[in-house]
């Protein structure tokens, strides 16, 4: 369609400028009234950029030579602004386009009812966040007066007409029960809201609200222990023809520690929930959380930088945020999400920016000159504490949160948007591998650390897809014996160039990327290529596998080792799995269905590095569990170390009364395995006997043996 006749029926009102080259713009509308205001046009319509009145769009050339660069096709809006004359003020949009076809365009566009309509959608926004926070703030009003008049008076005798008009009056529904929730006292509203009747009176559409929310029986006692409230949004159907969302809170009334009243606010906040869904997002806000979206918090980013003001960049991430969705449901991490939010707006105040910029990923943008007297380092470490709290959801579990932060500063570490925020992702990138709840700024240093993991990273998939990792068999003795009854099968990694990356550099890589699953299911079928060979060669020695607590959470697993087993025509008994006792830390629940279904097909299960970790006597007790693995580290200097002999001891002994197996890692001496004899460890492992080698000569090893 012709540009100039789009003009003329006011479809659109822009200028369209074809860009010869860098020297040679043409101008093809160049009829337009206003346009005057914003660029100078020679005799032949060609554009100047060296005398151009509008500062913005002579800024914006410097973005816009980088796109025409180049032939990839790619458009860049330079986002409203707004020329100043005195006779109008002209609202304009520039767009700079590479077609990818050898076409180059600057668009000016008139954006008048654009600019108008985006003041519209932001002033409803703000309303609605404004009515949303208004009633959260009378729910909490009310909750505070209530709670106060409660504790007074316990049975309600000076609860006096007035007080009681009052709640009646409230638009707020008001629902009083006693401590064995009966009713107490309720209002006109929740009777609206809850759709209560002569035959369903309140307590009875309570005890249907949580049930159809799927609210345990262990979620009120939590409050009343953690003294608590709860506040949240319910959608609720409780009639075919009445549907409505509501903003409750749920407020159990203490005496000492003693509960006294449960009191339930209600308010209908369906109008804001509908208007949110479109008006929110096209405002530059997010839906879920009531905070600002991705695209306005890197609008803000530009500003600043456009500003020239210095300020920190942090972006959160919460840590295994998948797993809290698998395990609590989607429902759950929604209401963390938005109580995250919540806490984080309320730690930094008006002194900060804060945004979600992805699923489970958070931005904080903060002045410099705002510190006041606190460091950024304890600053963090303060609003990880607070965002770290326990948080409680609506199916009972108290599920604790972990984050890692990034940090990058302006102008100090970039100077455009763009960079500032890849800065501050390499970080965070940098935090995440050292841990949970640790918090990084972005250097030089780390930089080149990120540019290395990642450069590893791709090697590393290389060598997963092309099967160039080998894997070598480590024997397990019998000590009573001296025979070889099991064999760990550990993975190595020698590039083409015949370096050798340690398994403590490229297992930790695999774990903290996604290259941990293609790794396991490469590790579970080169096991069952092991076991093959080795019955071949008529020796019958299970052969173990170690599984990334990673891998565990992963509903594939169980398939992946089924299918191998049968691919390879195996019987479960013929291999063992190990697992760390972080796995049974963080996922205990995941955990025993795996062991249980692992042992329901024959396989054995160990618990690896024992001693380490935050071991519970319950998991050994409650769990399938085989063996238990003596780390190295207690075994290494058993000849002199009195602690180690003590803990050693106790390991055995606990394991004996529970009818638990004995591996000894790490064993390189006579004496360090006479001691182990002595206290009826069952297996050793360790350099004393081998160290790991390549399949064929591990099973001449272990023919010599036998």
Not at 98 to 108: D, E, F, P, T
Not at 313 to 319: A, G, K, N, Q
Not at 371 to 384: C, G, H, R, S, W
Request: with cysteine; aromatic share 8%; charged share 25%.
């Amino acid at each position: 369609m012709d540009i100039h006749l789009l003009n003329a029926l006011g479809i659109t009102n822009c200028a369209l400028f074809k860009c010869n080259s860098e020297k040679d713009i043409e101008c093809l509308t160049p009829e337009l009234p206003w346009l005057s205001n914003v660029v100078n046009l020679d005799n032949n319509n060609k554009l100047s950029k060296k005398h151009i009145p509008s500062i913005f769009l002579d800024d914006f050339f410097n973005d816009a030579d980088e796109v025409w660069v180049g032939d990839t096709a790619f458009t860049l809006s330079s986002g409203f602004w707004t020329e100043h004359n005195d006779s109008q003020e002209l609202r304009l949009e520039a767009l700079a386009i590479n077609s990818g076809s050898g076409a180059r365009y600057l668009v000016i566009k008139n954006v008048e009812e654009q600019f108008d309509e985006k003041l519209k959608t932001l002033q409803a926004a703000r309303e609605l966040l404004l009515s949303h926070h208004e009633i959260v703030g009378q729910h909490e009003y009310i909750r505070h007066k209530l709670n106060s008049v409660l504790r007074k008076n316990t049975r309600l005798q000076k609860l006096v007409p007035p007080i009681q008009q009052a709640i009646h009056n409230l638009d707020t529904g008001v629902v009083i029960l006693d401590d064995k929730s009966r009713l107490v006292l309720d209002n006109a509203a929740s009777h609206r809201l809850l759709l209560c009747n002569s035959t369903t009176p309140s307590t009875l559409r309570l005890s249907e609200l949580l049930k159809n929310i799927d609210a345990p029986a262990t979620f009120l006692p939590a409050l009343v222990q953690r003294k608590a409230p709860w506040q949240g949004e319910i959608f609720w159907q409780p009639a075919d023809n009445y549907n409505v969302w509501l903003q409750v809170t749920i407020h159990p009334v203490l005496q000492g520690d003693e509960l006294t009243h449960w009191v339930y606010l209600l308010t209908d906040i369906t109008h804001i929930h509908n208007k949110e869904e479109s008006v929110l997002p096209a405002s530059g806000m997010d839906s879920l959380t009531k905070i600002a979206n991705r695209n306005l918090f890197t609008s803000t980013v530009r500003r600043l930088v456009q500003e020239d003001v210095a300020f920190k960049l942090f972006i959160i991430d919460i840590c295994d945020f998948k797993k809290i969705n698998e395990s609590l449901s989607y429902q759950s991490g929604d209401e963390i999400l938005k109580t995250f939010a919540f806490r984080l707006q309320s730690f930094v105040g008006n002194s900060g920016f804060i945004a979600r910029i992805g699923s489970n990923d958070f931005a904080l943008v903060k002045r410099a000159d705002t510190f006041k007297d606190e460091t950024a380092a304890q600053y963090v470490e303060d609003l990880i504490k607070e965002v770290t709290q326990t948080y409680t959801v609506l199916n009972g579990t108290e599920p604790n949160l972990a984050v890692n932060i990034g940090e990058a500063n302006f102008p100090r570490h970039c100077s455009s948007t763009e960079s500032l925020i890849q800065c501050a992702d390499i970080a965070l990138q940098a935090a995440k591998y050292q841990g949970r709840n640790v918090a990084l700024t972005y250097s030089e240093e780390l930089h080149r650390q990120h540019h290395a993991i990642n450069e590893l990273e791709k090697q590393l998939r290389s060598a997963i897809e092309k099967n160039e990792l080998k894997l070598f068999l480590q024997p397990i003795i019998d000590l009573n014996t001296g025979k070889i009854v099991k064999c760990e099968a550990l993975a190595r990694w020698i590039t083409q160039e015949g370096k050798f990356i340690s398994p403590e550099i490229f297992i930790p890589l695999a774990e903290k990327s996604e290259l941990i699953f293609p790794f396991g299911e490469w590790l579970i079928n080169e096991a069952c290529n092991a076991i093959e060979a080795l019955r071949a060669s008529n020796l019958d020695i299970r052969l173990a596998i170690n599984i990334s607590g990673r891998q565990v959470s992963d509903l594939a697993l169980l398939n992946q080792i089924k299918n191998a087993l049968d691919d390879h025509h195996l019987l479960g008994s013929s291999l063992s799995i190990e697992l760390t006792e972080s796995v049974f830390i963080e996922s205990l629940d995941t955990v025993s269905v795996l062991l249980n279904e692992l042992r329901a097909m024959g396989i054995t299960v160990s618990i690896d590095d024992f001693g380490t970790g935050f071991s519970s006597l319950v998991y050994l007790k409650k769990l399938p569990i085989d063996e238990l693995k003596i780390d190295r580290s207690f075994v290494s200097e058993l000849e002199k170390n009195t602690d180690d002999q003590a803990i050693v001891q106790a390991i055995l002994g606990l394991a004996s009364n529970l009818n638990i197996k004995i591996i000894a890692e790490g064993i390189e001496t006579q004496q360090q395995q006479q001691f182990l004899q002595r206290h009826q460890c069952t297996y050793g492992q360790g350099y004393l006997y081998q160290r790991p080698v390549a399949i064929e000569e591990f099973i001449s090893l272990a023919k010599a043996f036998k």
